[in-house]
């Protein structure tokens, strides 16, 4: 009975040394862990800024392709109504959209009748495309009077906004962002479709967004469709533009075009990044083979390019 005694603190000491041991590789092994996951974070993250680099450079590459595309002959250029052509640098699929601003309704320009088309054909109803148009006009116009639908200082206080209308012009088109009666959702629709460069009170159906086409008086889904393919191929094969879808009219003007463009470029690279850049490309003097100067830089990581010339 004694040596039984003797042999039970033998026996807890044992089992106290393998709970330690039990213990030690759990947290080596938690350690190797933390270890192999922190590598593959820092790993991805480096991958991650090395396409971020490469994703910059080949998106910058994509503005220059537009740049150089605008020195071709007129014949041999793309038709510049927001289409996506597609570059391929070794394994980076670069994206560029080129248009036109004569295609686009000026905010400055545009009579009541056009900007109205334009929320109609943004599915607003009539009561509330008239509202808008109507208030746009009040935006920019100096005086303090209020058109019939329209929105002057009172009404913009009226629902707590801190400021009236400008009374003046737009100058840009983030503008539209201010006007009562503007929502969010309403402005990603048309933005692609308006424009502060124009100057005219009509568009070049040429280059002109479909929702711009849309906005023509007379103007149906099936014809603008109809249109907007078959320009796309008369470029492509050489043939003289088709007849806008609604004929010659005031709203219809081929003047301006070949000085403003807008341009769009974005790179893919890999599954994750997508690096894009855009920029206002101005014409310097009347020659169609004149340089251009880029304004209105812009960065960022954004989705796939969708332009509205597209859908």
Same mark, same amino acid.
């Given at each position: &009975?004694?040596?039984?005694?003797?042999?039970?603190?033998?026996?807890?000491?044992?089992?106290?040394? !393998?709970? @330690?041991?039990?213990?030690?590789?759990?947290?080596?092994?938690? &350690?190797?862990?933390?270890?192999?996951?922190?590598?593959?974070?820092?790993?991805?993250?480096?991958?991650?800024?090395?396409?971020?680099?490469?994703?910059?450079?080949?998106?910058?590459?994509?503005?220059?392709w537009a #740049?150089?595309n605008l020195?071709?002959?007129? +014949?041999?250029?793309?038709?510049?109504?927001? $289409?996506?052509?597609?570059?391929?640098?070794?394994?980076?699929?670069?994206?560029?959209? !080129?248009?036109?601003?004569?295609?686009?309704?000026?905010? /400055?320009?545009?009579?009541?009748?056009?900007?109205?088309?334009?929320?109609?054909?943004?599915?607003?109803?009539?009561?509330?495309?008239?509202? !808008?148009?109507?208030?746009? #006009?009040?935006?920019?116009?100096?005086?303090? =009077?209020?058109?019939?639908?329209?929105?002057?200082?009172?009404?913009?206080?009226?629902?707590?906004?801190?400021?009236?209308?400008?009374?003046?012009?737009?100058?840009?088109?983030? +503008?539209?962002?201010?006007? =009562?009666?503007?929502?969010? $959702?309403?402005?990603?629709?048309?933005?692609?479709?308006?424009?502060?460069?124009?100057? #005219?009170?009509?568009?070049?159906?040429?280059?002109?967004?479909?929702?711009?086409?849309?906005?023509?008086?007379?103007?149906?889904?099936?014809?603008?469709?109809?249109?907007?393919?078959?320009?796309?191929?008369?470029? !492509?094969?050489?043939?003289?533009?088709?007849?806008?879808?609604?004929? #010659?009219?005031?709203?219809?003007?081929?003047g301006r075009?070949?000085? /403003?463009?807008?341009? =769009?470029?974005?790179?893919?690279?890999?599954?994750?990044?997508?690096?894009?850049?855009?920029?206002?490309?101005?014409?310097?003097?009347?020659?169609?083979?004149? @340089?251009?100067?880029?304004?209105?830089?812009?960065?960022? &990581?954004?989705?796939?390019?969708?332009?509205? $010339?597209?859908?």
């Open positions: &009975m004694a040596e039984k005694r003797f042999c039970k603190p033998a026996h807890r000491q044992r089992g106290l040394a !393998l709970v @330690a041991v039990l213990w030690v590789l759990v947290l080596l092994s938690l &350690m190797a862990g933390n270890l192999s996951q922190g590598s593959r974070s820092n790993g991805l993250l480096a991958q991650n800024l090395v396409d971020a680099t490469r994703g910059k450079y080949a998106s910058e590459a994509g503005m220059q #740049l150089w020195q071709q002959p007129e +014949e041999n250029q793309w038709l510049a109504d927001g $289409g996506i052509q597609v570059l391929e640098l070794d394994d980076i699929l670069v994206h560029v959209a !080129l248009q036109d601003e004569s295609g686009k309704i000026d905010l /400055n320009a545009a009579p009541v009748e056009l900007l109205t088309g334009l929320f109609l054909a943004a599915e607003l109803d009539g009561p509330r495309a008239e509202a !808008l148009a109507d208030a746009i #006009l009040d935006w920019r116009d100096e005086d303090d =009077l209020r058109r019939l639908n329209g929105a002057e200082e009172d009404d913009y206080l009226a629902v707590g906004r801190e400021k009236g209308p400008a009374n003046a012009r737009f100058e840009k088109v983030e +503008e539209l962002q201010l006007v =009562l009666g503007m929502t969010p $959702g309403l402005y990603r629709q048309v933005k692609g479709s308006v424009t502060v460069l124009n100057g #005219l009170p009509a568009i070049n159906p040429l280059y002109a967004p479909r929702l711009a086409l849309l906005a023509l008086p007379g103007a149906d889904e099936g014809t603008v469709d109809q249109y907007i393919e078959q320009r796309r191929q008369n470029r !492509l094969d050489g043939l003289e533009p088709p007849e806008p879808p609604v004929g #010659l009219s005031q709203y219809v003007s081929q075009s070949g000085i /403003n463009y807008r341009v =769009l470029t974005e790179a893919e690279v890999g599954p994750v990044v997508r690096s894009r850049y855009s920029a206002h490309l101005v014409r310097r003097g009347r020659s169609q083979r004149g @340089a251009f100067t880029l304004t209105d830089l812009k960065r960022e &990581m954004q989705p796939v390019i969708e332009t509205e $010339g597209d859908r």
